[in-house]
């Protein structure tokens, strides 16, 4: 190498690291304060990559999530219990609504589903008629009651019969398996 290239290459050097520029792009011809800014970008550059990437293997770091599910439950379950394959005079039947199979979860990282029993007073679980607000109406030639469905605009179950309603006994209803009486009827 020539005595000129030589000059031009520690040039560039010093350039290099004798000089710095800041955000306002002003530029210090101080060697010193020029040597120290690039020694600790040095520093900073080989600690993020020799401790945080190599040695700790930072990149393979995973956060374990922490949340908690809420479900919005509408509409019923009735529920068939047996206590026995063969006897179905042991069989236990229940009818839950939202609020019985539904609580807020009471813990992070969980997924709840729960059951609960609440009593509702003046209201027990059997068959009844549905209201007449629900517009169910039956008689001995058209019968809309199929044994098994969800009644559409009660939190009931259909149970197959047409029964008389006790404010008219001439009008006849769906009867239902639900809450009985049901609610916004007058026989509560």
């Avoid at 990149?59 to 379950?77: L, N, R, T």
């Avoid at 009651?145 to 006994?169: D, W």
Wanted: glycine residues 6%.
């Amino acid at each position: 190498m020539t005595g000129r290239g030589f000059r031009s290459v520690r040039a560039i050097f010093l350039r290099f690291f004798g000089t710095y520029i800041t955000v306002k792009e002003i530029e210090v011809r101080n060697t010193y304060i020029a040597v120290i800014h690039r020694i600790l970008q040095f520093v900073v550059a080989t600690y993020i990559f020799l401790y945080i990437v190599w040695i700790k293997k930072g990149y393979q770091d995973v956060q374990e999530p922490y949340g908690s599910s809420i479900s919005k439950v509408k509409g019923i379950a009735r529920v068939s219990i047996s206590n026995s394959n063969f006897n179905d005079d042991n069989v236990k039947q229940s009818l839950w609504d939202a609020a019985d199979y539904l609580i807020p979860p009471i813990e992070n990282n969980a997924f709840f589903i729960a059951t609960r029993k609440t009593v509702t007073y003046k209201q027990t679980v059997g068959t009844c008629a549905s209201a007449m607000s629900e517009k169910l109406f039956c008689n001995s030639t058209q019968n809309p009651c199929e044994k098994g469905l969800p009644a559409p605009n009660s939190l009931g179950v259909l149970t197959g019969n047409c029964v008389p309603v006790k404010k008219n006994m001439k009008k006849k209803v769906c009867e239902i398996n639900a809450w009985c009486p049901e609610e916004l009827t007058d026989s509560m």
